[in-house]
């Protein structure tokens, strides 16, 4: 069934766009993260404008990470402080992003400028997450006991000033770290659409030091009212969500998260590191081969 975009101004198949957001549903029940970096190239490749893929993927996101949060609330794995600091500081990118955003799209670079990140972003990510996967299963095979990993702020974080308390993250550092990463975060949800959970999780871990047991709940709370700025920012500003779209992917998403978060639990957990990291480098290759593989066509004419 084809479905008319208004924003996107195309029509595409609305069956497809649905199991499209039930995959990266899929991924993001399985592999525990948001799946908002893989939304937003899919849709790329599938022929939906950048801009417009990047503004609807931060709603699709918003709508995905309600339920993620309430659960995690009521097993008391939110530091609501720190989300506090991450939000206010995620809330401050959204409007810088946008200011990027709309200085890219003045110069008509903004579709160039996403692709380009996101194949330097899943490139890194996806060599780092293949490296780290292989190592495990090969420690696994030999018969070696995992290592275990110190949890300690970074020295960085650790001279910064102003500090107090977080009790429920277990920490004593300056508010400024998490205030700078989610300010990161928020200008990424704006360019990219992406929630910043695969960005924000490792960051509190290994950055920060954030204790594990609330680490993916506060990661959700802050990508809850991000993306959701984020959206409002895209919605008044450059006007590129596309709330058909949106809806589409939402459906498929919530489906598929259900699924995937059943079928985690039987199969072993560095297997499945390993095939998203090799999804990841994957859309990173397609992104790149678009980047630069010469079209049949070069010049295209459109009516206004």
């Known amino acids: 069934m084809d479905l008319y975009l208004p924003v996107?101004?195309?029509?595409?198949?609305?069956?497809?766009?649905?199991?499209?957001?039930?995959?990266?549903?899929?991924?993001?029940?399985?592999?525990?993260?948001?799946?908002?970096?893989?939304?937003?190239?899919l849709l790329i490749v599938y022929g939906i404008p950048p801009t417009?893929?990047?503004?609807?993927?931060?709603?699709?996101?918003?709508?995905?990470?309600?339920?993620?949060?309430?659960?995690?609330?009521?097993?008391?794995g939110v530091d609501f402080k720190m989300g506090g600091v991450l939000v206010a500081g995620g809330v401050?990118?959204?409007?810088?992003?946008?200011?990027?955003?709309?200085?890219?799209?003045?110069?008509?670079?903004?579709?160039?400028?996403?692709?380009?990140?996101?194949?330097?972003?899943?490139?890194?990510?996806?060599?780092?997450m293949a490296r780290e996967a292989l190592s495990a299963i090969v420690r696994s095979r030999r018969g070696h006991a995992p290592r275990a990993a110190k949890r300690r702020h970074h020295p960085l974080v650790a001279?910064?000033?102003?500090?107090?308390?977080?009790?429920?993250?277990?920490?004593?550092?300056?508010?400024?770290?998490?205030?700078l990463l989610g300010f990161v975060t928020g200008v990424l949800t704006i360019l990219l659409g992406i929630g910043g959970g695969?960005?924000?999780?490792?960051?509190?871990?290994?950055l920060i030091g954030m204790a594990t047991g609330v680490v993916v709940g506060t990661s959700l709370f802050q990508t809850l009212f991000v993306t959701?700025?984020?959206?409002?920012?895209?919605?008044?500003?450059?006007?590129?969500?596309?709330?058909?779209?949106?809806?589409?992917?939402?459906?498929?998403?919530?489906?598929?998260?259900?699924?995937?978060?059943r079928l985690a639990n039987r199969i072993r957990p560095e297997y499945l590191r390993l095939a998203l990291a090799l999804m990841?480098?994957?859309?990173?290759?397609?992104?790149?081969?678009?980047?630069?593989?010469r079209p049949e066509e070069i010049f295209s004419v459109t009516l206004s």
């Open 159 to 179: 001279a910064l000033p102003f500090r107090t308390r977080f009790y429920a993250s277990g920490l004593y550092i300056s508010p400024l770290a998490p205030l």
């Open 198 to 206: 695969f960005i924000l999780v490792p960051a509190m871990i290994y």
């Open 92 to 128: 401050l990118g959204t409007f810088a992003g946008a200011w990027i955003f709309k200085l890219l799209q003045a110069l008509g670079q903004i579709d160039t400028v996403i692709a380009i990140v996101y194949v330097v972003m899943l490139g890194s990510i996806g060599g780092l």
């Open 52 to 76: 417009v893929a990047a503004a609807s993927s931060a709603s699709q996101v918003t709508g995905a990470s309600v339920s993620g949060v309430f659960a995690h609330v009521r097993r008391g």
């Open 280 to 293: 990841v480098l994957a859309v990173g290759v397609r992104i790149l081969l678009g980047l630069v593989w």
């Open 8 to 41: 996107a101004n195309l029509s595409v198949n609305a069956l497809v766009i649905v199991l499209l957001g039930g995959g990266v549903g899929l991924l993001s029940g399985m592999f525990g993260v948001g799946g908002g970096f893989l939304t937003t190239p």
């Open 228 to 261: 959701a700025v984020a959206t409002m920012v895209h919605a008044t500003t450059t006007h590129a969500v596309d709330i058909v779209l949106a809806g589409l992917l939402l459906v498929g998403s919530v489906t598929g998260a259900q699924i995937g978060a």
